[in-house]
T-cell receptor, first 110, second 116 residues
């Protein structure tokens, strides 16, 4: 059965801290690893990773995929209160379906 | 980026009524649309995959007669919750993809359904 596991499930940090969110997956017909940020409403896209070892960056966020270990991390440096959200990791299949993990709830306190 | 809309954003209905939720891709053609359900503080649960012009594929445990999905065009999919009950109250989110390699899913803003 396909599954995506995220850790930690929740995290509280102070502004300026660096955080690492973990995602492991077992997904049949795996094609891509996706990261989304969800605040009050629908998730917004962060990264799509298809190749191992190639880091993707967007501002203070970065992510990398290890297809051998079936693992991905999302890093956020110099966290701000606006980074508080649920971060969802999803394993995308070749049929465009995405299996989501439970999410990591990040709270950044001033 | 691509835009997906949902309507209505919030609906309150009586038990036993049917509710229709629309999902539209506004600036691209969506070969595939997905319907998710999300409980408070929980992850997204995929309900079904909808391809334009064909029957939806439902995930295990999702009642197809209860959650009717129609994908009539490349820009519109609808989810109808039939004979809604309080346990159907949830946040329903659709997403759409063009299906091109490298394209991701774009999510709608979601619909909050409350069944009294």
């Amino acid at each position: 059965e396909d599954k995506v596991v995220q850790s930690p499930l929740s995290l509280v940090v102070h502004e300026g801290d660096t955080v690492t969110l973990n995602c492991s997956y077992e997904v049949t017909n795996f094609r891509s690893l996706l990261w989304y940020k969800q605040e009050k409403k629908a998730p917004t896209f962060l990264f799509m990773l298809t190749s191992s070892g190639i880091e993707k960056k967007s501002g203070r966020l970065s992510s990398i995929l290890d297809k051998k270990e079936l693992f991905s991390i999302l890093n956020i440096t110099a966290t701000q209160t606006g980074d508080s959200a649920i971060y969802l990791c999803g394993g995308g299949t070749s049929y465009d379906k995405v299996i989501f993990g439970p999410g990591t709830s990040l709270s950044v306190i001033p | 980026g691509a835009v997906v809309s949902q309507h209505p954003s919030r609906v309150i209905c009586k038990s036993g009524t049917s509710v229709k939720i629309e999902c539209r891709s506004l600036d691209f053609q969506a070969t595939t649309m997905f319907w998710y359900r999300q409980f408070p503080k929980k992850s997204l649960m995929l309900m079904a995959t909808s391809n334009e012009g064909s029957k939806a594929t439902y995930e295990q445990g999702v009642e197809k007669d209860k959650f009717l999905i129609n994908h009539a065009s490349l820009t519109l999919s609808t989810l109808t919750v039939t004979s809604a009950h309080p346990e159907d109250s949830s946040f329903y989110i659709c997403s759409a993809t063009s299906g091109r390699w490298g394209d991701t899913q774009y999510f709608g803003p979601g619909t909050r359904l409350t069944v009294l």
